[in-house]
């Protein structure tokens, strides 16, 4: 369990990271969670559960806010939290999947 919040931490960063240079921010903000999920499968080694477990994690720090941000305004969209949480989510996972395979130790 430790291993899915450092990987998430890691793919946390990545992503503030991507969005942070001025002119490239277009093109790599959008693909932070699967740059992230990479680098996260690839530090650790991530075998696919662990993957799956870090995009979870990911997800649910990312959406929760984002919940919480919609239900305070009083327009709680769930489509949109969903997308979010999805976006999220997927992304980071098959990131870290692509990630840990390349080291070699992904399956299984």
């Known amino acids: 369990m430790l291993r899915v919040i450092k990987g998430a931490l890691i793919v946390l960063a990545i992503v503030i990271l991507t969005l942070l240079p001025p ?14 999920g990479f680098v996260s499968g690839r530090q650790l080694h991530a075998r696919v559960g662990e993957a799956f477990g ?31 949480a999805l976006y999220f989510g997927v992304f980071p996972a098959l990131g870290a ?5 390349r080291t070699g130790r992904g399956s299984g």
């Open 54 to 84: 870090i995009g979870l994690v990911v997800a649910g720090v990312v959406a929760a806010p984002a919940f919480l941000l919609a239900l305070s305004v009083k327009q709680a969209s769930s489509l949109l939290v969903l997308g979010i």
């Open 97 to 101: 999947i692509v990630g840990g395979a």
């Open 23 to 36: 002119l490239i921010h277009f093109i790599t903000g959008p693909l932070g969670p699967f740059i992230g």
